[in-house]
């Protein structure tokens, strides 16, 4: 799992959890793996098999989180507080979370707002993006013909 082998890691904690399905570890560590996979629905449900629900969307959203998922992850978090408000870990958890998704909002707004002020620059000077050569001034056609009569 922590080597982004996600198949791999997926296989291994199957075959662990047929000799002992009762192994809450490795029932966490699919929950991650399945998570990371995108695979949320399956990763809840790993989670639910190690403690509480409200542990298990705690869990889900660590993993929400982990892959830049912040909205639905303080959605998460937020399910796993109305269930047991005393889950320390997840209140602190969806703090960050909250806290890193205006982090990443500013920042977009922040390069938007580079990307129009280049833009606007670079209509003054006749290029319609930055991209975009500057225009070829006009120049004049000479004729071979030119001043004979």
């Avoid at 912040?70 to 796993?80: G, T």
């Avoid at 047991?84 to 909002?105: I, P």
């Avoid at 129009?116 to 003054?124: F, G, M």
Wanted: proline share 5%.
């Amino acid at each position: 799992y922590l080597q982004d082998r996600l198949p791999e890691a997926e296989k291994c904690l199957g075959e662990a959890l047929a000799v002992d399905p009762r192994h809450k570890p490795a029932w966490n560590n699919l929950g991650l793996v399945l998570g990371a996979q995108g695979r949320f629905p399956e990763s809840l449900e790993a989670f639910q098999r190690v403690g509480s629900e409200a542990e298990a969307y705690a869990n889900l959203g660590y993993a929400l989180a982990q892959r830049g998922e912040y909205e639905q992850s303080e959605k998460a978090y937020l399910r796993a507080l109305t269930l047991d408000s005393g889950l320390r870990k997840a209140a602190a958890a969806m703090l960050q979370v909250a806290d890193r998704r205006q982090h990443e909002q500013e920042r977009g707004a922040s390069t938007r707002a580079k990307g129009a002020e280049k833009s606007l620059a670079c209509r003054r000077h006749g290029r319609s993006s930055i991209h975009s050569p500057p225009p070829c001034p006009l120049r004049a056609r000479t004729s071979s013909r030119a001043g004979r009569t």
